[in-house]
């Protein structure tokens, strides 16, 4: 389809492991952000992308999260050494936005990654 | 700090009714404020959204209201149908900031037949 994907709809890992967590925007959509939310809560801001590069990452949460995309595009959230306070659904969005311009664009989601972390 | 307030965690309306979410909000720099709706297992779903230039914003049932002496906004779906059914979040962004949403923590929205 023509919307954001992300993939694994659901993972389960042992606290410990490594995870990585995919996410595939709206083609053409320059800007992509990764948000988690914890049960019960709203979503929380993790990082955008805007290209290939992160001018934010103030929201990843520790420095076992971290998050590269490659031409543009896709984009993966890795998570070392995973504990349990990480599980979440973590959301990735897109939107189109030309750098340096305010352009009060939408961001659009995909379905999210379950993570659940034993 | 919560920086954007959805102060009501559940609402029932009956079909056909007016359904009034309502959100507030402490950043004075927030000047871009959206709906979104939330099934079970899915990703948010844009509904509508406003600019902080305007006070009204009207697309088809949804009716989204800013009121910014308040700081406080509000989603107004009329007739509430029972596919409306679902988690509603609010969310704004800031001026010239990379515009990172920033959410409430949502209303459940139950439209009872």
């Known amino acids: 389809g023509a919307g954001v994907s992300q993939s694994p709809s659901n993972k389960v890992t042992e606290k410990g492991k490594d995870v990585e967590l995919r996410c595939d925007p709206i083609s053409g959509h320059t800007a992509l952000y990764w948000y988690r939310q914890s049960l019960g809560q709203g979503l929380e801001f993790l990082i955008y992308f805007q290209g290939n590069s992160a001018p934010d990452k103030s929201g990843l949460p520790s420095d076992r999260f971290s998050a590269e995309r490659t031409g543009g595009s896709v984009s993966t959230l890795t998570i070392q050494r995973t504990q349990q306070e990480d599980s979440a659904v973590y959301l990735c969005a897109s939107s189109f936005r030309e750098l340096g311009v305010y352009s009060n664009q939408p961001q659009h989601f995909g379905d999210g990654t379950r993570l659940s972390i034993l | 700090d919560q920086q954007v307030k959805q102060n009501s965690p559940s609402l029932s309306v009956q079909e056909g009714r007016i359904s009034i979410l309502n959100c507030d909000y402490t950043n004075s720099m927030f000047d871009y404020f959206l709906w979104y709706k939330k099934y079970p297992a899915e990703g948010p779903t844009f509904l509508i959204s406003i600019s902080s230039i305007k006070d009204k914003n009207e697309d088809g049932r949804f009716t989204v209201f800013l009121n910014k002496s308040a700081k406080h906004l509000s989603l107004h779906i009329v007739p509430s149908q029972p596919g409306d059914s679902a988690v509603y979040f609010c969310?704004?962004?800031?001026?010239?900031?990379?515009?990172?949403?920033?959410f409430g923590t949502g209303t459940r929205l139950t439209i009872i037949p």
């Open positions: 969310a704004a962004s800031e001026y010239g900031g990379n515009e990172k949403l920033t």
